[in-house]
Every structure is written in structure tokens, then in C-alpha cells.
């Protein structure tokens, strides 16, 4: 069974960062970006498609699976999870 | 408050100028500002043989501790100019910081992973105290003329210098100037008055700064690291960050953000709550310094006008966290004073100095780039961007690619100039990271049988580090040296001790880390700059080749 990668995994083909916090700080950047003039429900919104977009990429419905419980891990009381 | 500094006066002198005002003596170089950028680029270039005039409207060192953190670059830099010792010793070293998210400690990192390095990641040292050892060292050069109480009012750029015109207890003069270089601060009034603009950003965010006397350390003796706190519990929904400095005195920074009242936030019945609520109401403490700031990311377009040149935080601004103001400033220091040098002794073009333009604003542009994605994650703009932040705290605890998205500050590193137009491309592999552009690694060394570094014997001219294979590899060398038109030193490293041949300097590389950091093999040779930054190398040496990149790296290209 294909497994959820939590380890830092940001890169950018041929680029060996200096610091290792490069790539992760330079994509976080962009997320932070990519919301700019948006209001807090076209946020939402972004947000939303970009789960979906992200998600059909990765395919895997078991990696997905364990994605969604790690999100949803510690924020909501355990029994009510599913 | 408690005061566990005293403030030297400095006596002001009057300028020859003011009995001969007719007299129109040139100065090669004229620097203004001697806070730590403008002290330690007049230290340079008198160390260098030049006459330095040094311009202060003050007459003591900076008030507040302000500048705290000395990165390892800083220190390197600090132990050219003779004063690494003083501020190590007197400094508090550390190289561990944490990262907490309410009590949950959730990210650390080590500024200096592995052994063998003379310097450590950081030391910190309040300002004055450093501002106080650079002073002594420049006092005690004496071709450096250190002017105090000395205000300039006005310059005025001309194609062959500047005029500076200068205001004194005693009236005003004029100075002629062949170079100038202005470090006056942030608020750079020479730099406003050229009418040059600053572009960048304003956060909207205020913090309080406060410098507390402990009369229990909270970590053992001489140990210290780094912690910084998002939503702590003694200061909800803001960021705190806290920092040993020297003489037992304790920096904390209080996130307050953009509504609060600067001058009601300075007031003890607002400050003391807030650190009792921090230390524990048992913890007995006295306030020494007490700030509010805010801040920008931002820089000026060129630092090079002419024959003015900017440096430290007239030229570049950025936000505290990760400690690259003070540390970029005195790499702009670094970059300089060896060009300026080259230029007035004319073994270089005056376009040399472009170079330090292109290199410097690069460095500029990468700690701005730094410093605002930290920013940006400890003080949230909107929303969503708090979200984010938030949901990468509450990963963190469980997650290492979460752990490593918490920034709470990059902390300097000195910039590796890899699209400098002085470098000379890489013409065969090598791994690592000491790439032409890279400041040179440290190592461990032996030097006449006795312990050392590698920096200690890198940083006057231009050298040639060559890892000696057989004789024709020193012979090749000792050519490259004597057709050079520079100055250029022969550094061997070898394996075992031995007499150094005529011209050279042998170090030994007693624990091999020179030959691992810098990838090398017999007959490896590396071209370094006076600033210790690699400039080119080769895996067997070629006078041609050496004397071609030579004038590349003087912008002397034929």
C-alpha cells in the first residue's frame, strides 16, 4: 500500500537548494501569494479547488485516505472521525 | 532603569579644516557613520595601508542594545579586523534555536551542525559592546582619522569624488573626498538629501522591545539558545521572542501588533506585566532598555553612485528576524573595502566597484526575500494566511515537512555571490557547495607546527590555496604568482609538515576537512578574493588560466 509522505518534499527540478528551508519557504510564498486580493470566501473557494486539484493529482485514493485523517487528526474529537 | 553599560565619551577634536579653510587637501576615502558598518569598512581599508578619514556626529557608541545577533560570517569578517576574540569572549554563544506554538516546542534547528569551525553559528552580543572593540581597534590604526562630533550637513557627488560638508562645535568645514562611503543608518540623511529613494515594503506590525537584567539566569552559565513562542500562553494570539545577551541581560521582543500605542506600550505599568506574566511573578528582574519598532523590507536600487558608495542599513532594510541587518552590513563592508583599495592603488578599474553593486544588491535581494517570508508567516496578513500558519503549527508536532515550513526566521548565512561577474566558471566537476561566489569554508590547520585556521591565512591579497601534489604543481604556482599583475599569495596545503618553498606559505591539513569542505585532490588548486570568497579553481593549475581569472576578478578583463 502507497504511503503518505510527511517528510519535506518540496524541490524544484536540477535546483539543490543552499538551505534546506528553501524550496518549502518558496512554496508557501506562493501559497500565501495566489490569495492576494481575494476576499475571505474567495479564499474558501481557492482553497477548496486547490484541495481538489492537488488531490485528482495525487489519485491514490489509499494515500488520500490517510491524507484526510492526518488533516483531520487533533482538530475534531476522535470518535466522531471517520 | 538599570544600566549595566557605561556609555564611553569620545573626545572630539578640532579639525585641522577650520585653521585652513583654503587649503583643498584631497582625501582618497571619506566614510561616514561609525556605527559597526562604517567602523569596520574604515578598519579594512586602513588595515590595507590606506588613509581613512571616519565621520560621526556622535561621540559615544549606539545607545540601546539593538544589533544582538553576530552571525558566523560576521565573526570571520571580525576576526580579519582583529576583533573576533574580544566580541567571542565577551559575547554569549549559542547555535540552537526553538520554536514554540503555545507551550509544544515544534521546530529547532542548529546553526552549526558539524565540527571543526573556529567560529560558532551565532553570538550575541549587544551593540555598544561591539561598536566599543571596533572603536579601540580603529583608534589604534593610525592612518585612520576618527572624527566624533562630526556632522555632515551636505554632500555634493562630483564626477572625480564628493564635497562633504561638515558641521562642528567649533563651525563648519569642507571636505574633499575622492570616495565616499556613506553607512549612516536606516535614516541615511546623506542619502535623502541625494534625493535617492528606498523601495520595499511597511509592515504593519509593532513590537516591544525590552532588555531585562535577571538576577537568576534562566539557562546554566554561558549557555543560551534562541527560543521564540507563536500564541504562548503568557501572550496570546502574538509572537515573543528571547534572546541572552551579555552581562546577564535578557532581550525579549513582544509581537503587539499595528493598533497598539508606541508611546503607552514603552511605560513600565505596560512592560512589567507582560514580562511577569512571561518569567513568573517570583523572578526577579530589572528593565534596562525599552523599545518600540516597526519595520521594512527594502532596499535602494543601486548602492554605487559614482564615487558615493551605500553600505549596511542606508543602502538595505529588513525586518529583525533572522538577524540580517547587521550581518548583511558588514558583508557589504567586506565586499568593499578590497575593492576600493584595488581601485586607489590602481590595480583595478574604477568599474570594479559595479561589482560590488551587483554582488551586494543579489545579497540585498536574498535577505529581503528571507526576511519577508518570515515576516509574513509571524505576522499574518489576512485571514487565510493566518490559517495556513496555523495549520502548519498544529502539523508540526507530528509532521518533519511541517516542522520545516515553521519560520520564525532564516537566520544569516552569508550569501554565496554564484552570479558574480567576477567569478571564473567551474571548467571540471566538484561536489560541495564551495561553488566560485561561495565565501571559503573554515577548517582546522597547522601552521608552523602550531594550531590554526584556514581563514586566519586567507583575507589579505588574492591567494592561490594549492593542495601540493609534487614539485611541478608548487613550480606552477610560483609562475602563476610571478606573472600575476596583483598581488597574489601561495597558500600550500599539504598532508604532512615540511618547510614552506621560497615565496609560499605552508599550512598542514592535519584533519583532513580543508581536503573534504573544499572537494579537493593533489594539484587542486582554489583562486580566493581578499574578502575569502571563492573566485575560481581548477583541478591542476595553469598560469594562463590563473592570471585570465585574476583579471576577471579585478574586472581587468583584457
Not at chain 2, 551636505?154 to 562633504?164: N, S
Not at chain 2, 500564541?231 to 545577551?245: A, I, K, W
Not at chain 2, 509574513?376 to 502548519?392: C, G, L
Request: glycine share 6%.
Amino acid at each position: 500500500m502507497s504511503t503518505l509522505n510527511t517528510q519535506p518534499n518540496f524541490s524544484a527540478p536540477g535546483v539543490t537548494p543552499l538551505h534546506a528551508y528553501m524550496p518549502g519557504d518558496q512554496f508557501y510564498e506562493q501559497l500565501i501569494h495566489s490569495h492576494q486580493g481575494l476576499s475571505d470566501e474567495q479564499s474558501r473557494l481557492v482553497n477548496a479547488r486547490l484541495i481538489l486539484l492537488l488531490a485528482n493529482h495525487i489519485g491514490d485514493l489509499a494515500v488520500l485516505q490517510q491524507a484526510l485523517a492526518a488533516a483531520r487528526a487533533g482538530v475534531a474529537p476522535k470518535e466522531t472521525s471517520t | 532603569m538599570l544600566s549595566t553599560y557605561t556609555y564611553p565619551r569620545y573626545a572630539y577634536r578640532r579639525p585641522v579644516e577650520l585653521d585652513a579653510p583654503h587649503a583643498k587637501r584631497r582625501h582618497p576615502v571619506v566614510v561616514v557613520g561609525a556605527g559597526p558598518v562604517g567602523l569596520a569598512a574604515a578598519i579594512d581599508l586602513a588595515q590595507r595601508g590606506q588613509q581613512v578619514v571616519l565621520l560621526d556626529d556622535d561621540n559615544t557608541v549606539s545607545v540601546g542594545s539593538r544589533g544582538l545577533c553576530y552571525a558566523k560570517r560576521t565573526l570571520e569578517i571580525l576576526d580579519r579586523l582583529g576583533c573576533g576574540d574580544a566580541v567571542v569572549a565577551q559575547g554569549v554563544t549559542w547555535n540552537v534555536g526553538r520554536t514554540f506554538h503555545g507551550e509544544e516546542e515544534v521546530f529547532h534547528f542548529n546553526l552549526q551542525p558539524e565540527p571543526d569551525h573556529c567560529r560558532p553559528g551565532m553570538v550575541n552580543l549587544q551593540q555598544y559592546h561591539l561598536e566599543q572593540c571596533l572603536v579601540e581597534r580603529a583608534q589604534s590604526l593610525p592612518n585612520l582619522d576618527l572624527r566624533w562630533q562630526n556632522k555632515v550637513l551636505a554632500v555634493t557627488p562630483q564626477d572625480d569624488g564628493a564635497t562633504v560638508e561638515v558641521d562642528t562645535a567649533d563651525g563648519r568645514y569642507t571636505l574633499h573626498a575622492d570616495w565616499l562611503v556613506v553607512a549612516d543608518g536606516a535614516r541615511s540623511p546623506i542619502r535623502r538629501q541625494m534625493g535617492l529613494d528606498m523601495a520595499g515594503r511597511v509592515f504593519q506590525d509593532r513590537f516591544l522591545i525590552v532588555d531585562v537584567v535577571l538576577k537568576e539566569p534562566m539557562f546554566a552559565e554561558g549557555k543560551a539558545e534562541r527560543w521564540f513562542w507563536f500564541d504562548p500562553p503568557f501572550h496570546p494570539g502574538q509572537s515573543v521572542l528571547l534572546h541572552r545577551e551579555a552581562d546577564n541581560v535578557w532581550r525579549i521582543d513582544f509581537q503587539l501588533g499595528w493598533d497598539a500605542d508606541p508611546e503607552a506600550e514603552k511605560q513600565p505599568d505596560r512592560v512589567l506585566p507582560r514580562i511577569r506574566a512571561m518569567l513568573g511573578a517570583e523572578r526577579d528582574f530589572e528593565l534596562e532598555w525599552v523599545s518600540v519598532y516597526t519595520f521594512q523590507c527594502r532596499r535602494m536600487q543601486r548602492f554605487r553612485h559614482g564615487r558615493v558608495l551605500f553600505a549596511g542599513d542606508a543602502a538595505h532594510q529588513v525586518s529583525p528576524f533572522g538577524a540580517r541587518g547587521a550581518n548583511s552590513g558588514m558583508q557589504d563592508s567586506d565586499n568593499l573595502a578590497w575593492k576600493l583599495k584595488m581601485v586607489l592603488d590602481r590595480l583595478a578599474p574604477e568599474s570594479l566597484l559595479d561589482s560590488y553593486d551587483a554582488e551586494r544588491v543579489a545579497a540585498a535581494d536574498e535577505n529581503l526575500l528571507n526576511s519577508t517570508r518570515s515576516t509574513d508567516f509571524i505576522t499574518p496578513k489576512s485571514a487565510v494566511s493566518k490559517d495556513f500558519r496555523n495549520a502548519v503549527l498544529t502539523l508540526a508536532g507530528e509532521h518533519a515537512f511541517a516542522r520545516a515550513l515553521v519560520n520564525s526566521g532564516r537566520l544569516s548565512v552569508p550569501t554565496h555571490l554564484l552570479d558574480s561577474p567576477l567569478n571564473t566558471a567551474d571548467s571540471e566537476p566538484f561536489a560541495g557547495t564551495l561553488h566560485p561566489g561561495a565565501p571559503l569554508a573554515d577548517a582546522p590547520v597547522l601552521h608552523q607546527g602550531l594550531e590554526s585556521w584556514l581563514l586566519r591565512h586567507v583575507g589579505g591579497p588574492f591567494v592561490l590555496l594549492v593542495f601540493e601534489a609534487d614539485t611541478q604543481s608548487v613550480r606552477a604556482a610560483v609562475a602563476a604568482a610571478a606573472a600575476s599583475t596583483v598581488p597574489l599569495q601561495i597558500l600550500l596545503v599539504s598532508l604532512g609538515a615540511g618547510n614552506a618553498p621560497a615565496g609560499c606559505t605552508r599550512i598542514v591539513d592535519h584533519k583532513g576537512r580543508v581536503q573534504q569542505r573544499l572537494d579537493a585532490r593533489p594539484g587542486t588548486a582554489y583562486l580566493l578574493r581578499p574578502d575569502q570568497h571563492v573566485v575560481a579553481r581548477w583541478r591542476r593549475i595553469d598560469a594562463a588560466a590563473v592570471q585570465a581569472a585574476l583579471q576577471r576578478a579585478t574586472a581587468s578583463d583584457p
